[in-house]
Structure formats: structure tokens, C-alpha cells
């Protein structure tokens, strides 16, 4: 049964959760689709965002007020950092082997 | 009745949540990665400003602190150190147009179909009284979540250690 | 608060050999040997597990309920611990031919950390930060190889993957934080609603998806052949059993402690993922003649086996799970390290240059053999008894057209195992005597190092004592299974 549509203000729970999902699949979307590395880590970082605006919701909402929510979300933005950086090193390593003329390269490319 | 300043934040927050859709459809389409890296910068500050007016208000400030500073700085960086493309092979999961764009609708209609549908508990219906966050988020970490906490400074260590080894040039 | 840092002691030994090994190689002029190397890690293996073995039976829990210490715990952190022992000693002749050895010592130090939290991980924070840990430093350490763009392209897919599928598994803690406004397991069960909840079942499928690609069950499996493939071999060793054994603890806990509520539905989920990936894993596996890519279809399918034990829900199910995940270990090492002294003496991954192996290494050939009739889960081989128990399990709970679909695989898998065996000891050109134009009798000179063969021999040893004493080895897994099953 959907419920009566929820009031604009304030923000109600559902509209906070509407666009956590938006982002996500929004995110989904560019990570499955796109074939650039770095695009592709955007995209991840989008579906991270959308899954920190539903703990933000659900900790405004949620029945317990200890903001486990939104300390949930200061970890995910940590990660978020680190996994940055990782990833930016490994991609920097595939396109240093790729664009420079090296024995290793052309034994990739053929077998 | 909503009252003006209610309606102010109220209008506010939709703006914001759009501009933020909008730059992640803006992330996802673009054709040239230095333009997704701006539309990902508009998304991101967009919503620390939800954030704020969701009751978060030291988040927002660690949103645009830790992502829109740090993270698309890296990114940027990235961008520039990789004047062509880094493109994955199709094999590997990734690329295959028609199939991401069904798993993200079918993600898209099934999660938002729950969530309007939801019956979700009764004590969810009204809002936690805005208050300040930050003593009660530091206060969190360093009792209740002090492990995460120490545990987050081993997975910073590994990705320091990792990226100087694997970036780095060799003669 | 309960800040007791004992009930700690297992992960700070491991992380402080990891930094130890760091620091005195980046301090020392010449940078440490191979064998100091070795000797550091391995004493922080073995002081960890010492700490680990003396936290049995204190079943309590640490920091808020942050970390578990159980037996179910403890019992995980001593695998992942041996097989991380097992992994340094085969990575001998990659260590002898790659740069920043200490780092890379360090990085497998601290995935195995990672590991031990996550398997012992009581709260979705934890655990989501162990995962992190994990896969972060495993996508480095594939990537190890930087001359070779296989490697790194490795890295990078499963980096891309890993953090794809750590945002599903997060918007499913998402969910479950708000139906429970909690985040410690054992909280989040007495808050969960009886009865069927839309909500609560995304939460479930977005876990299990998450959770999916851990252990690389179908339909989450596509990183792993390409990854198995491209990274160094005994970074690969690690991913297919540390990784995947602690996907699987993790989930086990996950379901039992927060989710007994929802089990119904679990199990269904569950059943299905383990039939796609046993069927999906062995028909595949059939057609492969590059080793590493067998051998990574073959442990997709073993994945499957172990999900018909997770459906199973019971405590029966539960030890039968860690029963599997030991002998799997076992086996799955003893041929990963057989591999890498094979690949080292062929200089070849085609299954069909194996051909006529027991004229030129009759021990190599012997423990490939073993190992693989241990994975295709013959008699008297410990893989009979870990799918016997697990198959009961699945029986003993009414799944039994799982158990069916389980034993048809079996049959199909013994067709590509034997097939290499078959290679090994039987095809020999000229009537079995070696030819010229036989491929093993090009040998390249590298003989297997003691490291790789003290690891050999280590886990063939595994693979016999675990099989003979299976009664024993199960009756661990079940007394430490109760501290987690309902």
C-alpha cells in the first residue's frame, strides 16, 4: 500500500532516501557503462555519496539519536580517500607501461 | 502552513538535491574526463549542502574538507599525470553499455519502489531535533568507535605505503 | 568500556611485524635479504597465533562490541595465519626477483590483518573498514609486478571492481542501520521486525552481493579469472583462499548474528548463488587450457560448495562451512604452490605442457595430483569429507534438490581434474618413456627453492592429516561454531 505522499518540510524521510537511491544508481550506471579508469572511479565515488546521503537521512530519522549514521559516513569518506589514492597509483603504473616503448609492452600486446 | 523560512530551507534543499542529480547524470555522460572530475566538484559540494540542512552540519563541513578539497584535487592530478585515456578491457565486466544500463534502472526502480512502499517504523516519522554534531561525532569516536578509528589509520598507512611503491618511476 | 588491548594482541602483533619489516628495511643501507625478511614476518605469524591460541574460550566481545572474540573468531585468524605463512614461503623466487621486498612483506602482513579483523568483526563499521583493509593492500599487491602490464592491469580491475562492490555492500549496511538504527550486529537482531519487509530484503541482496564478490560467486565471479591470471602467483594463492575463507566468516557471522529473523529468505538467496556458481564455475572450468584460469574457475565452483553450507543455516551448516574453508585452504595452496614450481621449471601455464611431469619431477607431480583429487573430492582426500559434511548440512535442512545439483557437479569437476592428471602421469610421447619432443624435458634451471618446497610439503601434509583426522578437524569447527550459529 503506498502511504500518503510525505510533506515537504521537513524534509521528510522518504525524499532524503529518493535521492541517496538517485545517486546510486546514477553511479551504478557511469561505473558499469563507462570504460575509463578514472571516469569509472568518479562514478564509484557518486554511488558513495549516494549511500552517505541514506545514512544521513536514516540518522535524522533513525530511533536511536546516537549519529552512528553520520559517524558511518565520516569512515566512508575516509575510505573514500584512501581508495582515491590507490586507485590513481595503479592507474598511473597501467599508463606509464602502456604509452612508453618497452620490451614488456610488446610481449603484452601479443600474447 | 509552512512558514517562510521553513519553505526557504525546504526550497533550498531541493535546489541542492537537483543540482546534485544533475551533476551526477553530468559525471556519468561526460565525454571528456577533466569535465566529469567539474560535474563530480558540483555534485559534491551540492551535497554538503543537504547535508547541512539534514542535521549534519560538521559532516557537510568534512564533505567539502575531505571530498571536494582532497579527493578531486587527487583526482585532478590524476587526470593530469594521464594525458590519454586509461581504458579498461570490455572483459572485464565493465563497458558493456546495454547491460550497465539495465542493472542501474533495475537498481534505480526496485530501490526507490521500497522506499516509497516501505512501511518503515512508526518513531521514523518525525525528525531528531536539529542540534550540534561535532562534540557528539567526536565524542563517538573516541569511546564507542575508537577500534574503526584506529583500524581507519592502518588502511590510510597501506594505501601511503602502496601508492609511493606503485606510482613511483624506476629506473 | 571495554578497552582491553589482550583481547587485541593477535592483530597488533601482525601490524607491528608489518611496520617493523618497513622500518628497519627503509633505515638499514643495504635493505634487508630475503631470509631476514622471512624471518620477521614469520615470527610475527607465529607470536599472532601463539596470542590467538591463548584467546580461546574467552568468547566475549571488545571495544563496544566492535570486534568479537569467539572461538569462530580465533579459529579463522589461525587459518588466515597459516596461510599466510605458507604464502611468504612460495613467494621465495618472486621475492628474489622484485623490487621493495619489505613493503611488499609489510602489505601481505597487513591484508592478513585486515582479514583477521573482519572475520572476527561484530559491527557493520568494522567490518566494512577490515574489508577495506583487505582489498586495498590486495590490489597493490597484484599489481606488484610493475614491468608487467598484466600485473598491473591486474590491480587495477580488481581495485575497480572491489570498491564498486564495497558501495553495494555499504548501501545495504545503509538500509540495515535505518530498519534498526544500529550498527553492532547483535543489536541490529533485536531490532529487526518479524514478518516479510520489502526493505529488509534489498538490505539482504545488497549484502549478499557485496558479499558475493568476496567470495567470487556467481553472478560477481567476472574479475576473477582475469585477476588470478595477471597478478603474481602467490598473491593469487592468498587471494583465492585467505580472502575468500575470511568473504565467507564474515558472511556466515553476518547472517547468523544480525539476520537469524530473515533466514528464510536468506537461505533461498543463498541456494540459488550456490547453484549458479557451482554450475557456472565447473562448466566454464571444462573448456580452460591455461592452468591459472582453470584453476580460478575450479575455485569459483569450490565457492559454490561452500555456499550450499552457508544455505544450510544450521550449526551443522556452520562448522561444516569451516570445516570446507580449512580443507580448501589445504588443498587449494598445496596447488597453487605445486603451480608456481611447476611454471618456474616449464616456464609455461598451458595445462598441456604438464604432459610427461612425472618423468622430469615425479614430487611435483605427485602433489599436484594429490591436490587436485583433494578439490575434485575423492577419497581419501580431505575434500571428500568437507563436501560429505557440507552436502549432510544442506540434507539435513530438506535442500536436497542443492545437494543433488552439488554431486552432479562433483562429476562434471573430476572430468577436468583428471584430465590434467591424466596429462602428468599417463600421455608421454613415444609410449610413456620422455621423447625429445616432449615439453618437460625443456627445462628451464630453476629448481624449486627451499622456501617453495617446505610450503609444498607443508600443505600436501595438510591435505593428508586434515583428510585422515577429518572426524577431529570437524569436531573443532563445531565446538567453535556454536559460538556464532543459533
Not at chain 3, 282 to 305: D, E, F, H, P
Request: charged share 10%.
Amino acid at each position: 500500500m503506498p502511504q500518503e505522499l510525505p510533506p515537504l518540510y521537513p524534509i521528510s524521510l522518504q525524499h532524503g532516501l529518493l535521492l541517496g537511491a538517485a545517486l546510486f544508481s546514477i553511479g551504478i550506471a557511469g561505473a558499469l557503462t563507462r570504460r575509463n579508469a578514472i571516469t569509472i572511479l568518479m562514478s564509484i565515488e557518486v554511488m558513495l555519496n549516494g549511500t552517505i546521503v541514506t545514512f544521513v537521512t536514516f540518522a535524522r530519522y533513525a530511533p536511536t539519536a546516537d549519529l552512528a549514521g553520520q559517524i558511518f559516513s565520516i569512515f566512508i569518506m575516509t575510505v573514500a580517500a584512501a581508495e582515491a589514492a590507490v586507485g590513481l597509483a595503479i592507474v598511473i603504473a597501467v599508463y606509464r607501461l602502456r604509452h612508453t616503448v618497452s620490451v614488456d609492452a610488446v610481449d603484452t600486446l601479443q600474447g | 502552513m509552512i512558514a517562510p523560512t521553513e519553505a526557504l530551507v525546504a526550497g533550498s534543499f531541493y535546489t541542492f538535491a537537483a543540482i546534485a542529480l544533475a551533476g551526477a547524470i553530468g559525471v556519468v555522460l561526460a565525454r571528456k574526463v577533466f569535465h566529469s572530475a567539474l560535474f563530480l566538484v558540483l555534485t559534491l559540494a551540492s551535497l554538503a549542502a543537504t547535508f547541512v540542512i539534514l542535521g549534519a552540519d560538521f559532516l557537510g563541513a568534512v564533505q567539502i574538507v575531505i571530498y571536494v578539497g582532497a579527493i578531486t584535487v587527487l583526482i585532478l592530478f590524476g587526470i593530469m599525470l594521464t594525458p590519454r585515456n586509461v581504458e579498461l578491457p570490455e572483459s572485464s565486466g565493465v563497458g558493456r553499455s546495454t547491460a550497465g544500463v539495465f542493472v542501474a534502472a533495475a537498481v534505480f526502480i526496485v530501490s526507490t519502489t521500497v522506499i516509497v512502499t516501505s512501511q518503515w517504523p512508526r518513531s521514523m516519522s518525525t525528525p531528531i531535533p536539529d542540534r550540534p554534531t561535532t562534540e557528539a561525532i567526536g565524542q563517538g569516536l573516541f569511546t564507542t568507535y575508537a577500534l574503526p578509528f584506529e583500524m581507519a589509520s592502518i588502511l590510510l598507512l597501506i594505501a601511503m605505503i602502496g601508492a609511493i611503491v606503485i606510482a613511483r618511476e624506476e629506473q | 568500556m571495554n578497552f582491553n588491548l589482550v583481547l587485541l594482541m593477535p592483530e597488533i602483533a601482525l601490524t607491528s611485524a608489518a611496520g617493523l619489516a618497513i622500518l628497519v628495511d627503509a633505515f638499514s643501507p643495504r635493505g634487508l635479504s630475503r631470509r631476514f625478511l622471512l624471518w620477521i614476518a614469520g615470527g610475527g605469524i607465529a607470536i599472532s597465533a601463539a596470542l590467538a591460541l591463548r584467546l580461546l574460550g574467552t568468547n566475549t566481545s571488545a571495544f563496544n562490541g566492535a570486534i568479537a572474540v569467539d572461538d569462530y573468531a580465533v579459529f579463522f585468524k589461525l587459518l588466515f595465519l597459516a596461510a599466510t605463512l605458507l604464502v611468504l614461503l612460495a613467494a621465495d623466487t618472486f621475492m628474489e626477483e622484485t623490487r621493495h621486498r619489505a613493503e611488499f612483506v609489510g602489505l601481505l602482513l597487513l591484508a592478513t590483518t585486515g582479514l583477521m579483523l573482519l572475520a572476527a568483526a561484530m559491527d557493520l563499521i568494522t567490518l566494512y573498514i577490515s574489508i577495506e583493509i583487505s582489498s586495498l593492500s590486495i590490489a597493490f599487491l597484484s599489481a606488484w609486478d610493475k614491468r608487467g602490464l598484466r600485473s598491473t592491469e591486474a590491480g587495477l580491475k580488481y581495485f575497480l571492481l572491489s570498491a564498486m562492490s564495497s558501495a553495494v555492500l555499504l548501501y545495504g549496511m545503509a538500509l540495515l542501520y535505518g530498519l534498526t538504527g544500529h550498527t553492532r550486529l547483535d543489536l541490529i537482531a533485536t531490532q529487526i521486525g518479524q514478518g516479510p519487509n520489502a526493505a529488509l530484503f534489498l538490505a539482504l541482496a545488497m549484502l549478499l552481493a557485496g558479499f558475493g564478490f568476496k567470495v567470487s560467486a556467481v553472478p560477481f565471479q567476472m574479475w576473477t579469472p582475469d585477476v588470478y591470471e595477471g597478478a603474481p602467483l602467490p598473491i593469487t594463492a592468498f587471494l583465492s583462499v585467505a580472502s575468500k575463507a575470511a568473504g565467507f566468516a564474515a558472511t556466515v557471522r553476518v547472517l547468523q548474528i544480525a539476520l537469524p529473523t530473515s533466514q528464510t529468505d536468506w537461505t533461498v538467496l543463498v541456494a540459488a548463488l550456490a547453484a549458479a556458481t557451482m554450475t557456472v564455475g565447473n562448466i566454464v572450468a571444462l573448456v580452460q587450457t591455461n592452468m591459472k584460469r582453470m584453476l580460478a574457475y575450479s575455485s569459483i565452483a569450490q565457492a559454490g560448495y561452500v555456499l550450499v553450507g552457508v544455505a544450510a543455516a544450521s550449526q551443522l551448516g556452520v562448522s561444516a562451512v569451516m570445516f570446507y574453508l580449512l580443507a580448501y585452504t589445504a588443498t587449494n595452496l598445496a596447488a597453487f604452490i605445486a603451480c608456481i614450481a611447476i611454471f618456474n621449471l616449464t616456464d609455461s601455464e598451458q595445462i598441456g605442457d604438464l604432459r610427461g611431469l612425472r618423468w622430469r619431477s615425479p614430487w611435483l607431480a605427485f602433489a599436484l595430483a594429490v591436490s587436485l583429487l583433494s578439490l575434485a573430492g575423492l577419497p581419501p582426500f580431505v575434500g571428500f569429507f568437507a563436501k560429505l559434511y557440507v552436502f549432510w548440512a544442506a540434507a539435513d535442512r530438506g535442500l536436497l534438490w542443492l545437494v543433488l545439483v552439488g554431486v552432479v557437479n562433483s562429476a562434471v569437476s573430476l572430468y577436468y581434474y583428471a584430465q590434467v592428471i591424466h596429462d602428468m602421469y599417463i600421455t608421454g610421447i613415444g609410449g610413456g618413456e620422455p621423447g625429445v619432443g616432449d615439453p618437460v624435458t625443456t627445462l628451464g634451471p630453476r629448481r624449486p627453492s627451499p622456501g617453495l618446497s617446505t610450503a609444498l610439503t607443508l600443505a600436501v601434509i595438510g591435505v593428508l592429516v586434515f583428510g585422515v583426522l577429518s572426524g577431529f578437524f570437524f569436531g573443532i569447527g563445531d565446538v567453535a561454531a556454536r559460538t556464532v550459529a543459533r
